[in-house]
């Protein structure tokens, strides 16, 4: 999903990181354009086929001096929420058989994920070029602290497209081989933005 608002900010979605109520907020400010309006029946957003588009492809749509942002998550957080979602497809559709986190974790790859292949791109999780990484975990703060300084409204995130079953502690989904695999995938990215694996 890709929010444009002419000359002022561009939204660039991380699945799973409340991409679906951030991009549903700002879609509704005076005069953006959201990739998503299709979904809803609006064909009239040049954005429409940039769903989950990457900033070099928005930035023929902008105008210029848009501030890119984008929302990050823990990793370990935000993998379980990929596991939830990809577990009932792996099981049924690619492996025949239970999939365990552990082995989950040691397998995510492109290949695995081309269900989602924008899950990971060049092996990040977090692959946006934005100017601004926003929190998963302050990202309504975060958000309406751009917008005020854009001189925008600002907005409600309303929970949507929420993982369903899934306990809330993330830690209950890992073993120590689990966690050890995921800090070695994940260690640069969890680094860059502060998190402790």
């Not at 907020?25 to 354009?33: F, K, Q, R, T, V």
């Not at 749509?61 to 990793?75: A, V």
């Not at 809330?168 to 890992?174: E, H, L, T």
């Amino acid at each position: 999903m890709a929010v444009l608002i002419p000359g002022k900010l561009v939204y660039l979605a991380t699945p799973h990181t409340a991409s679906t109520s951030t991009n549903w907020a700002l879609s509704e400010l005076p005069g953006a354009l959201s990739s998503s309006s299709a979904s809803v029946g609006l064909d009239t957003s040049p954005l429409r086929v940039l769903h989950h588009a990457t900033r070099e492809e928005i930035l023929p749509h902008c105008k210029g001096g848009e501030l890119f942002i984008s929302t990050h998550r823990h990793p370990a957080d935000l993998v379980v929420t990929w596991y939830l979602r990809q577990k009932k497809h792996l099981e049924e559709r690619v492996l025949n058989r239970e999939v365990s986190m552990e082995e989950f974790v040691e397998g995510i790859d492109d290949a695995m994920l081309n269900s989602a292949p924008y899950y990971i791109r060049e092996g990040k999780m977090f692959w946006h070029d934005a100017d601004k990484w926003l929190y998963y975990d302050k990202l309504r703060d975060q958000l309406n602290d751009i917008l005020r300084s854009l001189n925008l409204p600002t907005v409600a995130l309303p929970r949507l497209n929420v993982t369903k079953g899934r306990a809330a502690v993330w830690k209950a989904y890992y073993t120590d081989k689990a966690l050890d695999a995921l800090r070695r995938r994940f260690w640069k990215e969890a680094k860059r933005f502060g998190y402790e694996l």
